[in-house]
Structures are given as structure tokens and as C-alpha cells.
């Protein structure tokens, strides 16, 4: 917006004569000083502001803190001696790689005793099975014998499974981040044996106004600055919450960023910055200049009377439609164009029909 500046007035003109001049002399040009500053004291001074087609840059600063979806706390589903651990910490695996190994011997040596058992129970079984079809036995025993030899078949399975089990494998590919264990502590489960990380894909969560919600859906990008390595990165919104949290009014939306590098780390503050205004160029005036009647929004413009704006202007009191708010301007979305005068200093002391003047240091 050009802006002509142009002050309240303030017209002295004072005249001091030298001596030597003549009393008459001083007599008339005393009152034509007098006239003059009569004159002008009946003017209405102003400051005028050309409307010119704007494009805030205004943007609202939001914080949010990086995470990352892989992070595996890896334990064991049994308790077991842990026998060894075949990772360091930092060390890169890959997804399936073994990170440590629990004892099994009680277990293998349980196996044995029930295959043992079972290798009777088969014997038995087979006798009654073939006893049962002469009708020599009864039924009951013959379903004993099955039973028996059923029941350690489940159990030898069930002890297979534990031993596939004494073995603890990473679920992903990343890093050893920790190991917790050490050779020798007993594993027991929900306690971790060690965390792999992947940072390759980071995610950011932010909670936003929800007067920002229309500006924002899944698949934006947005710049999310890392102050703490001087790093931007580009973010995609991966999806945003549909419940307003009540406490604050804010809505969460997920970002996914690109990390490949690992240099952004898990917990490490973000910060992202919207444009409160994305529709382009558009009308603004300062906002103090928008004046309300009842329920309705007038400007103060200036017209100029003849194409000699020495004649002055004529006030204007034009009805206007509000847009948005920012940065101490306000959107006209209807009431004003391109190249229209508004009338700024001195506007509250001016109506409508009134004419104006520029101040002639303007």
C-alpha cells in the first residue's frame, strides 16, 4: 500500500518585523497573517492510503517434537538363563539376525525323558488299539492308552516351541541402540534384553489451532525446521487427528520425515511454520482504520473533487466486507479496489460529504 503522508494541521504564521519598518507596515502584513491562518484553520487535513493488492507473509510458529515408529524394546516371552548375546552396541542388524541366546538344556533334557515316555505309551497304545478291534479290551482302555500317548505328544510340541523361543531375534532391521543384559542375568518376560532403533523414517507430532484446520489435510507438505542441527527437512502430513482436544482447542497431526542420513533423533524438538493466509495477493488496510455502525463495517475514502487534487476531496463512507485478520491488517473481501484512497490520519474526524486536503508538505 503507498501511503501519502499528510499531518493535522498545524499553520502559525507569525511575522516579525525587523525595526526600522514603519508601524502601517507592520499593521498589514500582521493581518494578512491573521487572514491566512484563518483560511487554512478551516481545513480538514488527512493522511491518505493508496489500496494496492497485498500478499502477507504472516505465519504462525508451531512446536512439535520428533519420533521415531521403529523403536523395538526386545525381551523374551520366557524366563531363561541368557546364555550369550551376540550384538554390541551400535552395531547394525538386519531383520530376523539373532541378538541373544537363553539356556535350554533343562529343556532339552525334559524333552528327552518325555520322548522316553512317549516311546511306551506308543507301545502300550498299539497293544490296546489292536485288542480293542479283536474285542478282547474295552473301550475305556483303549481310550486311556490313546489319551497318554496324545498328551506327551502335546507336551514334547509344547517344549519344541520353548526352545525356538531361547532364541531372541530382531523384528526389524536398524541399530543396536542398547543392550540392557549381560551373560549370565536370568531374562524373564516384559524386562528388555536390548533396543534396536531405525531412524531412517522419522515422524513429528504437533498439536495446531483448530481456526488452522481447513489449511491443513493428509498429503501437505511443510517445512519442519530442527533448531538443535540448524537442519529443515520436508514433511508430509500423514494424518491428522478427528477429535479437538477440549483443554486447548488444538487438533494432533502426524508428519512423516525423511531421515536417511540419521541425523535428526528421536525427542529432538521441531519447529513448523503455516501461512495464516495461502489465497495470494489480496486487499488489506490496516485494521485500526475499519470502523463499525451497528452490525455493519465502513472505510472512510478520499475522491478527488477535480483532476487538480489542490481542490481537495470529497469523503466517502464506503460499506465493506471483512476478511480474515493479520498482522495488524484486515482483509477486504468486498467494498474496495485497486487504486482507491482511504483515509488513515485523522479518520475519525472526518464524515461522510466532509472535503479534505493533503497537507502541502505531503
Aim: hydrophobic share 40%; proline share 3%.
Amino acid at each position: 500500500m503507498r501511503t501519502y503522508v499528510v499531518y493535522p494541521i498545524v499553520l502559525c504564521l507569525i511575522g516579525f518585523i525587523g525595526c526600522g519598518q514603519d508601524k502601517g507596515a507592520d499593521k498589514s502584513q500582521e493581518g494578512t497573517s491573521q487572514n491566512e491562518v484563518a483560511l487554512d484553520a478551516s481545513k480538514i487535513f488527512v493522511t491518505l492510503i493508496e489500496v494496492e493488492l497485498t500478499d502477507p507473509s504472516d505465519s504462525v510458529r508451531l512446536v512439535g517434537a520428533s519420533s521415531s515408529p521403529n523403536i523395538i524394546e526386545l525381551s523374551t516371552d520366557m524366563a531363561g538363563l541368557i546364555k550369550s548375546i551376540s550384538v554390541d552396541e551400535g552395531q547394525k542388524v538386519r531383520k530376523g539376525q539373532t541378538i541373544a541366546n537363553l539356556d535350554n538344556s533343562l529343556i532339552r533334557a525334559e524333552i528327552n525323558t518325555l520322548e522316553t515316555q512317549l516311546n511306551l505309551a506308543q507301545v502300550a497304545f498299539e497293544k490296546q488299539e489292536r485288542l480293542y478291534n479283536q474285542d478282547v479290551t474295552t473301550e475305556i482302555q483303549y481310550l486311556e492308552a490313546k489319551n497318554n500317548k496324545e498328551v506327551l505328544e502335546s507336551s514334547i510340541a509344547s517344549l519344541k516351541t520353548r526352545i525356538g523361543k531361547n532364541k531372541v531375534t530382531t523384528p526389524i532391521s536398524g541399530v543396536v541402540d542398547k543392550v540392557y543384559a549381560t551373560v549370565g542375568n536370568v531374562a524373564s518376560p516384559g524386562f528388555p534384553i536390548a533396543r534396536i532403533v531405525n531412524f531412517t523414517e522419522m515422524e513429528v507430532a504437533m498439536d495446531i489451532p483448530e481456526t488452522y484446520i481447513s489449511q491443513v489435510k493428509e498429503g501437505d507438505t511443510m517445512a519442519v525446521y530442527f533448531p538443535t542441527i540448524d537442519l529443515e527437512r520436508i514433511a508430509i502430513v500423514e494424518y491428522m487427528s478427528q477429535v479437538i482436544n477440549p483443554t486447548n482447542r488444538t487438533v494432533n497431526v502426524l508428519l512423516k520425515v525423511d531421515n536417511e542420513d540419521n541425523l535428526i533423533k528421536h525427542n529432538m524438538l521441531a519447529e513448523i511454520r503455516m501461512n495464516q493466509y495461502i489465497k495470494g495477493p489480496s486487499l488489506f488496510v490496516p485494521e485500526q482504520l475499519v470502523q463499525q455502525e451497528n452490525d455493519e463495517y465502513f472505510i472512510y475514502l478520499a475522491n478527488a473533487l477535480e483532476d487538480d487534487t489542490s481542490s481537495g476531496y470529497e469523503v466517502i463512507k464506503q460499506g465493506v466486507l471483512l476478511g480474515v485478520s493479520l498482522g495488524g491488517l484486515r482483509e477486504i473481501r468486498e467494498g474496495l479496489s485497486v487504486g482507491d484512497l482511504v483515509i488513515s490520519e485523522n479518520y475519525r474526524g472526518v464524515d461522510e460529504g466532509d472535503r479534505v486536503y493533503l497537507s502541502p508538505r505531503n
